[in-house]
């Protein structure tokens, strides 16, 4: 049974827009969000976090929105841009002493120039 | 500032072969370490972590054994690798809880 899922595989956005890619958690115990960026043949690379204490952490272009009552999570990426295109992963920890994070599948975001 | 390595970069192995694979973490000590997995139109799937030298856990029960004879060394290993165990296998390390994972650049290991 997953825990986190990204229900959508993929995501078009062009230049300049906004790409918001959608996560949602089936586990009330999660209390800490990441978002990781993953380029193919490489590792994924932590791009922002938030605590369930929390409903909003920004970071230049981005921010994580959480909604803790609906279980859901996005990331806004303003503005996209062609450098952006790659899987995008969300991943939840309970916080437990081992710190282990559990992923969804990931979404390919395309920006197209 | 803390680095991880993790290799080979990319891995040919036959059916029924053993198998290992080695990371290492600079610049840190005593970190959390981890063995992720990820099949092909899959997401990251955690194989193996260690709080601590000799102490691993399993999530998974598979063909895959982990190690850490060292503080910053993790090694994951199989005595007779299946093709069910082809995939992008990734390290990673984080100080703490609650910190973010970091993670190697992978190997992909392909089991023909």
């Known amino acids: 049974d997953q825990q986190v899922k990204q229900n959508s595989p993929s995501l078009s956005v062009q230049e300049g827009r906004i790409s918001i890619l959608n996560c949602d958690y089936t586990?009330?115990?999660?209390?800490?969000f990441l978002w990781y960026k993953k380029y193919p043949a490489e590792g994924p690379t932590f791009l922002i976090s938030?605590?369930?204490?929390?409903d909003k952490n920004e970071d230049g272009r981005f921010t994580v929105f959480l909604n803790k009552s609906a279980k859901h999570l996005s990331l806004h990426i303003v503005p996209s841009q062609p450098g952006d295109s790659a899987v995008y992963f969300c991943?939840?920890?309970?916080?437990?002493?081992?710190?282990?994070?559990?992923f969804g599948k990931g979404t390919k975001l395309s920006v197209k120039p | 500032s803390q680095t991880i390595h993790q290799w080979p970069a990319t891995l040919v192995q036959p059916v029924g072969s053993p198998l290992s694979l080695e990371c290492t973490v600079e610049?840190?000590?005593?970190?959390?370490l981890y063995w992720y997995r990820q099949a092909a139109g899959r997401g990251l799937q955690l194989l193996f972590y260690?709080?601590?030298?000799?102490?691993i856990s399993s999530e998974v029960p598979q063909n895959l054994s982990a190690s850490r004879p060292q503080d910053r060394q993790f090694i994951l290993s199989s005595k007779k690798l299946l093709l069910s165990d082809s995939g992008f296998y990734l390290c990673?390390?984080?100080?703490?809880?609650?910190?973010?994972?970091?993670f190697g650049n992978g190997t992909r290991l392909t089991v023909t």
């Open positions: 990673a390390w984080t100080p703490q809880s609650r910190s973010p994972l970091h």
């Open positions: 610049g840190t000590s005593n970190p959390n």
């Open positions: 260690s709080v601590g030298i000799g102490q």
């Open positions: 938030i605590s369930s204490i929390k």
């Open positions: 586990n009330s115990m999660f209390d800490y």
């Open positions: 991943a939840a920890s309970d916080g437990g002493s081992q710190g282990n994070l559990i």
